[in-house]
């Protein structure tokens, strides 16, 4: 897993982290099962806070993207497991949103079908 930070980025370092092994996980270039290095050890290699580091960590778990076992460590889930969940989060925000706006469930999910129609 290659991981930079870009000290000039507008981006915050747990932010560009997360992103990155994010986007790895989907890809496939970091497979489902591989151990990430402990908050200590990578925030140590990227000159960077353990809080910062331990940040990204509870992100990339909080959007399912990878899951903490104790003192075993913290590891990548499966790529479709990280799909669902990104989709679920979607779907959730989308539902939300659409309460908040006053639309019926038949009104809402007419929105979601002429989207999914659109070219991609």
């Known amino acids: 897993?290659?991981?930079?930070?870009?000290?000039?980025?507008?981006?915050?370092?747990y932010e560009q982290l997360r992103t990155q092994i994010t986007e790895q996980v989907r890809s496939g270039a970091?497979?489902?099962g591989t151990r990430l290095p402990t908050?200590?050890?990578?925030?140590?290699?990227?000159?960077?806070?353990a809080n910062t580091v331990a940040r990204a960590y509870r992100?990339?778990?909080?959007?399912?993207?990878?899951?903490?076992r104790g003192r075993n460590g913290t590891f990548?889930?499966?790529a479709d497991a990280v799909?669902?969940?990104?989709?679920?989060?979607?779907a959730l925000a989308f539902a939300r949103r659409a309460r908040e706006l006053g639309l019926d469930d038949e009104t809402a999910l007419g929105w979601v079908r002429a989207a999914l129609a659109e070219p991609a």
């Open 30 to 32: 970091v497979p489902p």
């Open 83 to 90: 799909r669902a969940s990104e989709a679920m989060a979607a």
């Open 59 to 68: 992100e990339l778990e909080h959007g399912g993207v990878v899951e903490t």
């Open 1 to 13: 897993m290659r991981l930079f930070i870009d000290a000039d980025s507008a981006s915050p370092p």
């Open 76 to 78: 990548v889930r499966a």
């Open 39 to 49: 908050v200590r050890r990578l925030a140590e290699d990227l000159g960077l806070a």
